[in-house]
T-cell receptor, first 113, second 112 residues
Framework: QKEVEQNSGPLSVPEGAIASLNCTYS??????FFWYRQYSGKSPELIMS????GDKEDGRFTAQLNKASQYVSLLIRDSQPSDSATYLC?????????????FGKGTKLTVNP | ETGVTQTPRHLVMGMTNKKSLKCEQH?????MYWYKQSAKKPLELMFV???????ENNSVPSRFSPECPNSSHLFLHLHTLQPEDSALYLC???????????FGPGTRLTVL
């Protein structure tokens, strides 16, 4: 069973700070990586996808991928209270028509005003 | 987001009732999924359908019965549930398995 590991938190940061969320995965063949945000009682929503090593920036969000280390992270700059949510890392795993997304357990982020 | 819709949004049922959850996707996707999320617990994948064929069943009890009549619709039929089945049930779809999944708003199920 391929695994995706995240620190469950909670991670608490002050407003305006950088929040750093980390994820490791076990399938060396994985090519696609996703970050979802889930507010309490709501469904997950996609915020970032990354496929190549390096950084990918979208507004205040930066996803970082290092396939050699099997590590993907999400940085949130200038954190706002509205960023308080659980962040799910998802990794594509499998091949030959049996690909699927494997989700981590999520990291709960709290941004304090 | 109206790409994936779920009905009902809230459902309260007794242990002897039979009910069904409905999911519809308007994204032209070929894969659909059912997930369970209990309070303060991670997502649990229940079923995967790819081109209307069930490709994964993660040891889900038989009191949950999925149905996928076409690539746009997915049902979850419920019967003789237990109180521990109370959870948020999420439907998702994707163009194919292994790529970006888009989630519906979920059905909040309470079993009395």
């Amino acid at each position: 069973q391929k695994e995706v590991e995240q620190n469950s938190g909670p991670l608490s940061v002050p407003e305006g700070a950088i929040a750093s969320l980390n994820c490791t995965y076990s399938d060396r063949g994985s090519q696609s990586f996703f970050w979802y945000r889930q507010y309490s009682g709501k469904s997950p929503e996609l915020i970032m996808s990354i496929y190549s090593n390096g950084d990918k920036e979208d507004g205040r969000f930066t996803a970082q991928l290092n396939k050699a280390s099997q590590y993907v992270s999400l940085l949130i700059r200038d954190s706002q209270p509205s960023d308080s949510a659980t962040y799910l890392c998802a990794v594509e795993s499998g091949q030959g028509g049996s690909e699927k997304l494997v989700f981590g357990k999520g990291t709960k982020l709290t941004v304090n005003p | 987001e109206t790409g994936v819709t779920q009905t009902p949004r809230h459902l309260v049922m007794g242990m002897t009732n039979k009910k069904s959850l409905k999911c519809e996707q308007h994204l032209g996707h070929n894969a659909m999924y059912w997930y369970k999320q209990s309070a303060k617990k991670p997502l649990e994948l229940m079923f995967v359908y790819n081109f209307k064929e069930q490709t994964e069943n993660n040891s889900v009890p038989s009191r949950f019965s999925p149905e996928c009549p076409n690539s746009s619709h997915l049902f979850l039929h419920l019967h003789t549930l237990q109180p521990e089945d109370s959870a948020l049930y999420l439907c998702a779809s994707s163009q194919r398995t292994g790529v970006t999944q888009y989630f519906g708003p979920g059905t909040r199920l309470t079993v009395l």
